[in-house]
């Protein structure tokens, strides 16, 4: 028996109780049996369906490009076109309420929203997806603006006033911080910079402020993010920030201000790391990360600002611990980086360790086998399960002096050894977090030197993203339920192909950009992208990463390991629906590499 017209699911949840009204009486019940065919392109076209029960799948050109199941809506577009451009067939005994043209133009002319749905591009339906996130009723990280914040209006001294007539100035206003106006530069002086200034053996009214103030100062303008100035502080270790409208200076924003403002404790996290005088003080600022991603995604933040930050953290949290472990001359002597999802600032939770070691030519350190065993292990300790493919700092592959670690490379990119490709992909994906980044530059400049004009090798490298490919997984999304349900992987089938895509695409171009989101956009600037393409891309990717976070979130609480592997049945009709507009942009961009790279022609 039909069930009641649902208006739960997109893009009828958000009709008005007159459009509802109007949908209730004017559907009408409609059975097919398995194998009937709904539409082809030569018969009319005049009715969509919500489908209750059984799938249907739409056939193109002899291929599946589609399947709808239970509570999706079906040739929608065809009905309002008068036409199919494919064959609708049951793949199973369907039940369906069936609803004509008529009424569907009335909804799209009454209802913005509802026609938004319905015909605006991919990449918009995902965005309009993510804006429905629940938040609670504070103001949201996502919109609020740095004005809103607690700026501070500037308060200024002479550069020539000596340190206890500014304290007096500080003191009288009840401030921790004044700038300091030195002739054309702008500087500040702080609390922090009277300690450093009190060890010396000149006495304070001796010492003119400008001697001691700081005049390389970070700033933003005031309509930047909060998140943007909350980034600002943890990357650069500063507690204040200037605010800029253009060349004026409107105050001055402080870490105590930002953290009575925002009302998670990501600021806490940045301190406990940056304060931390033990490996074990910094286990415990690492162990909270993960319980602060979790506030942060239930507050409804995109979750690209939540890659960045744990990115940020992450960095931080590493170049630490390193720095607590290593001797001084060998942290000056080499270059720790970060590789994959982390290098790329998209990994969230902790999943893997991907980190390596550049080694200055010439400099040697007896027993650093057994000091990156300890930083592997420390590591370890705080969360970060081992890399299965050995891709860390304890593995001699991924320790190594720069000429050395240049054959190495020069071997993944010429040799043909098994796993050369994706170990230089990885490399590609390198992001320095302490030491002299100079020597990963040198690496990665060696990589784009020796590829000068090499299209076989961009070719070659490019067909790592469809290694994964499964023609089967427009089926697949239509088997919700019972024994034959499979997971779906959603890095295999999702990100990866288009963040080798745009890694490849990248390399090609010279592109510097490390993050699959900035590189499709970098790409699209220069015209080596089309602009909608890159736009799409970068929507499924951030679906996606929703989508794995939820999933792995859920893992978690059920006691199951973390993994990439999602149950179908375990998402809800709008997920599903987004899901398949995701893997029809990745289709459509692994059409457009094997046409640009040639690979029909290998």
Same mark, same amino acid.
């Given at each position: 028996?039909?069930?009641?017209?649902?208006?739960?699911?997109?893009?009828?949840?958000?009709?008005?109780?007159?459009?509802?009204?109007?949908?209730?009486?004017?559907?009408?019940?409609?059975?097919?049996?398995?194998?009937?065919?709904? +539409?082809?392109?030569?018969?009319?076209?005049?009715?969509?369906?919500?489908?209750?029960?059984?799938?249907?799948?739409?056939?193109?050109?002899? %291929? $599946?490009?589609?399947?709808?199941?239970? =509570?999706?809506?079906?040739?929608?577009?065809?009905?309002?076109?008068?036409?199919?451009?494919?064959?609708?067939?049951?793949?199973?005994?369907?039940?369906?309420?069936?609803?004509?043209?008529?009424?569907?133009?009335?909804?799209?002319?009454?209802?913005?929203?509802?026609?938004?749905?319905?015909?605006?591009?991919?990449?918009?339906?995902?965005?309009?997806?993510?804006?429905?996130?629940?938040?609670?009723?504070?103001?949201?990280?996502?919109?609020?603006?740095?004005?809103?914040?607690?700026?501070?209006?500037? $308060?200024?001294?002479?550069?020539?006033?000596?340190?206890?007539?500014?304290?007096?100035?500080?003191?009288?206003?009840?401030?921790?911080?004044?700038?300091?106006?030195?002739?054309?530069?702008?500087?500040?002086?702080?609390?922090?910079?009277?300690?450093?200034?009190?060890?010396?053996?000149?006495?304070?009214?001796?010492?003119?402020?400008?001697?001691?103030?700081?005049?390389?100062?970070?700033?933003?303008?005031?309509?930047?993010?909060?998140?943007?100035? +909350?980034? *600002?502080?943890?990357?650069?270790?500063?507690?204040?920030?200037? $605010?800029?409208?253009?060349?004026?200076?409107?105050?001055?924003?402080?870490?105590?201000? +930002?953290?009575?403002?925002?009302?998670?404790?990501?600021?806490?996290?940045?301190?406990?790391?940056?304060?931390?005088?033990?490996?074990? %003080?910094?286990?415990?600022?690492?162990?909270?990360?993960?319980?602060?991603?979790?506030?942060?995604?239930?507050?409804?933040?995109?979750?690209?600002?939540?890659?960045?930050?744990?990115?940020?953290?992450?960095?931080?949290?590493?170049?630490?611990?390193?720095?607590?472990?290593?001797?001084?001359?060998?942290?000056?002597?080499?270059?720790?980086?970060?590789?994959?999802?982390?290098?790329?600032?998209?990994?969230?939770?902790?999943?893997?360790?991907?980190?390596?070691?550049?080694?200055?030519?010439?400099?040697?350190?007896?027993?650093? %086998?057994? *000091?990156?065993?300890?930083?592997?292990?420390?590591?370890?300790?705080?969360?970060?399960?081992?890399?299965?493919?050995?891709?860390? $700092?304890?593995?001699?592959?991924?320790?190594?002096?720069?000429?050395?670690?240049?054959?190495?490379?020069? =071997?993944?990119?010429?040799?043909?050894?098994?796993?050369?490709?994706?170990?230089?992909?990885?490399? *590609?994906?390198?992001?320095?977090?302490?030491?002299?980044?100079?020597?990963?530059?040198?690496?990665?400049?060696?990589?784009?030197?020796?590829?000068?004009?090499?299209?076989?090798?961009?070719?070659?490298?490019?067909?790592?993203?469809?290694?994964?490919?499964?023609?089967?997984?427009?089926?697949?999304?239509?088997?919700?339920?019972?024994?034959?349900?499979?997971?779906?992987?959603?890095?295999?089938?999702?990100?990866?192909?288009?963040?080798?895509?745009?890694?490849?695409?990248?390399?090609?171009?010279?592109?510097?950009?490390?993050?699959?989101?900035?590189?499709?956009?970098?790409?699209?600037?220069?015209?080596?992208?089309?602009?909608?393409?890159?736009?799409?891309?970068?929507?499924?990717?951030?679906?996606?990463?929703?989508?794995?976070?939820?999933?792995?979130?859920?893992?978690?609480?059920?006691?199951?390991?973390?993994?990439?592997?999602?149950?179908?049945?375990?998402?809800?009709?709008?997920?599903?629906?987004?899901?398949?507009?995701?893997?029809?942009?990745?289709?459509?961009?692994?059409?457009? *590499?094997?046409?640009?790279?040639?690979?029909?022609?290998?």
């Amino acid at each position: 028996m039909l069930s009641a017209f649902s208006f739960a699911s997109a893009p009828f949840d958000g009709l008005s109780a007159s459009e509802q009204a109007l949908v209730l009486g004017s559907v009408e019940p409609a059975r097919f049996a398995r194998d009937a065919v709904l +539409l082809t392109p030569e018969s009319p076209a005049g009715h969509a369906w919500l489908l209750v029960e059984g799938r249907v799948q739409q056939i193109e050109a002899g %291929e $599946v490009v589609a399947v709808d199941g239970p =509570g999706d809506l079906c040739a929608a577009r065809a009905a309002l076109a008068g036409r199919a451009n494919g064959l609708l067939r049951a793949l199973d005994d369907v039940l369906a309420w069936q609803i004509p043209r008529a009424t569907l133009q009335a909804l799209i002319a009454g209802n913005a929203g509802f026609s938004s749905w319905l015909f605006g591009g991919i990449s918009h339906r995902l965005a309009a997806a993510a804006e429905r996130r629940p938040q609670r009723e504070f103001v949201s990280l996502m919109t609020a603006q740095v004005r809103d914040a607690g700026v501070r209006k500037p $308060v200024y001294i002479d550069g020539e006033l000596d340190l206890v007539s500014a304290c007096r100035v500080m003191s009288e206003q009840g401030l921790r911080h004044v700038l300091v106006r030195d002739g054309e530069r702008v500087g500040m002086f702080t609390t922090t910079d009277l300690r450093d200034a009190l060890l010396r053996p000149v006495p304070p009214q001796q010492i003119a402020v400008r001697e001691v103030a700081r005049f390389e100062l970070i700033g933003l303008g005031p309509d930047a993010e909060v998140f943007e100035a +909350l980034l *600002l502080m943890i990357r650069h270790h500063v507690h204040r920030v200037l $605010v800029r409208d253009g060349e004026t200076i409107v105050g001055v924003l402080s870490q105590l201000d +930002l953290m009575s403002f925002v009302s998670t404790h990501s600021n806490l996290v940045a301190l406990q790391i940056e304060q931390a005088s033990s490996v074990a %003080e910094l286990r415990q600022a690492a162990l909270q990360m993960d319980a602060m991603v979790v506030l942060l995604h239930s507050d409804g933040i995109r979750i690209e600002l939540v890659a960045r930050l744990v990115h940020e953290l992450n960095r931080q949290l590493l170049a630490r611990l390193w720095t607590m472990l290593a001797p001084s001359d060998l942290v000056a002597n080499s270059c720790l980086i970060v590789m994959g999802s982390e290098g790329r600032g998209e990994q969230i939770l902790k999943t893997d360790q991907d980190n390596g070691l550049l080694v200055r030519d010439g400099f040697a350190m007896v027993g650093i %086998e057994q *000091l990156t065993e300890r930083f592997t292990a420390a590591l370890i300790d705080f969360g970060y399960p081992p890399c299965p493919g050995n891709i860390m $700092v304890s593995n001699p592959l991924w320790r190594q002096p720069l000429t050395a670690f240049k054959q190495t490379l020069r =071997g993944w990119l010429f040799g043909g050894e098994t796993n050369g490709v994706m170990n230089l992909a990885i490399f *590609l994906d390198a992001a320095a977090v302490a030491g002299d980044a100079g020597l990963l530059r040198e690496a990665r400049r060696f990589v784009d030197e020796s590829l000068v004009g090499d299209d076989v090798f961009f070719a070659r490298f490019v067909n790592a993203a469809d290694q994964f490919s499964e023609p089967g997984w427009w089926t697949r999304l239509g088997a919700l339920r019972g024994r034959d349900e499979q997971a779906f992987d959603l890095k295999k089938l999702g990100t990866f192909p288009v963040v080798h895509g745009a890694r490849t695409l990248a390399l090609q171009h010279h592109v510097a950009e490390i993050g699959t989101a900035a590189r499709l956009r970098a790409l699209a600037e220069r015209q080596h992208l089309p602009e909608q393409m890159a736009r799409d891309l970068t929507e499924a990717l951030h679906f996606l990463m929703v989508l794995k976070l939820d999933n792995n979130l859920r893992q978690r609480r059920s006691g199951q390991p973390v993994s990439n592997l999602v149950q179908l049945s375990t998402l809800g009709t709008l997920e599903r629906d987004l899901m398949k507009d995701s893997l029809a942009i990745i289709k459509a961009f692994r059409q457009h *590499l094997r046409l640009h790279y040639r690979l029909d022609f290998l």
